[in-house]
């Protein structure tokens, strides 16, 4: 009875170091692929499928718990709802030497189902990387919809990536899109903060001449007479913009029979009708006019505009 006993004991014993050891064993493999999974970041990100609705994001690939970097520069489209004339901007940017940033992602934003679809790739390794955006289906110049889908956007960027700060350049509709994001997303951590913001010809009092007297020391220091609803809200709302953004206010002067202040399509008196604004704001606001003899939706094609902002973003 005793042998048997001894032995039943031995057995018992030998059963449960087996599985203490098997256990051990589970144990380490799973912590050491739980590190390798963390600790993976891809050399790329290649993303066709994501889409946004309201608040609600959804991707096709994991994330990464350590992000990398960027400060990117994203460029605004106007109201055709392509990307193509701020792809034409930086097309021209890019071919000037001293612009080492890459094309990333090209962003559009749906107004008809609040979709918001990426194409394109970022390289991991580059720190401030060219960001396209447009808004369409159907085409708008509303500010409401630009703001909704660069929300949209920002959300899904904040996402894969650390991002302490953003620049942008907004041209026409675009640029309006922009001040409303900076108005809308005020206060709120979740969205980086803007660092630099230049307004290519942006529209700010719906394409209206605004100004019973057409001279730009006037238009630069009064409220226009004239105000559209798109005036109103920026009136009413500009102080939450963040004082500490750098804004350029960028406008073509187009020579025509009549001597109006335009570049042909955006007034002067539509364009810096904001700039009293947000010199009361305390922004460091300046103004840069240009001659143009093109229309204005060819104006991001123009040579002396992408050397503006090149040198303004990039370094002369």
């Not at 048997?4 to 144990?27: D, E, M, P, Q």
């Not at 970041?41 to 959804?58: E, F, H, R, V, Y």
């Amino acid at each position: 009875m005793k042998e048997f006993l001894v032995k039943n004991g031995r057995l018992i014993f030998l059963t449960v170091l087996v599985t203490l050891i098997l256990s051990a064993l589970t144990g380490i493999i799973f912590l050491r692929a739980a590190h390798l999974s963390i600790k993976k970041i891809p050399a790329g990100i290649d993303d066709k499928t994501t889409q946004t609705t309201g608040t609600k994001t959804s991707t096709t690939f994991s994330l990464s718990a350590d992000k990398p970097i960027i400060t990117p520069t994203i460029y605004i489209s106007g109201s055709s709802g392509k990307v193509d004339q701020v792809d034409w901007l930086i097309d021209g940017i890019k071919k000037q030497s001293s612009v080492t940033s890459t094309k990333g992602q090209i962003f559009r934003f749906s107004t008809g189902n609040n979709k918001l679809t990426v194409t394109g790739k970022v390289d991991t390794s580059d720190t401030a990387p060219m960001i396209e955006f447009a808004v369409g289906d159907p085409r708008t110049s509303d500010p409401t919809h630009y703001s909704e889908g660069i929300q949209a956007m920002m959300r899904y960027l904040r996402e894969n990536y650390t991002i302490p700060y953003v620049n942008f350049v907004g041209y026409s509709s675009g640029a309006t899109g922009v001040l409303n994001y900076m108005i809308d997303t005020s206060g709120n951590a979740n969205f980086p903060r803007v660092k630099e913001f230049i307004s290519l010809d942006g529209e700010y009092n719906t394409c209206k001449f605004g100004y019973k007297e057409q001279n730009l020391t006037h238009i630069l220091t009064t409220a226009p007479d004239t105000k559209t609803a798109m005036y109103t809200y920026i009136e009413k709302n500009y102080q939450k913009i963040d004082p500490a953004t750098k804004i350029i206010l960028m406008e073509g002067h187009k020579t025509n029979a009549k001597g109006d202040l335009t570049d042909g399509t955006i007034p002067w008196g539509d364009t810096f009708s904001i700039y009293h604004l947000l010199v009361a704001n305390k922004n460091a606001v300046s103004i840069h006019i240009y001659p143009t003899n093109v229309a204005h939706s060819q104006l991001p094609k123009q040579k002396d505009v992408q050397t503006f902002i090149k040198n303004t973003l990039y370094g002369g």
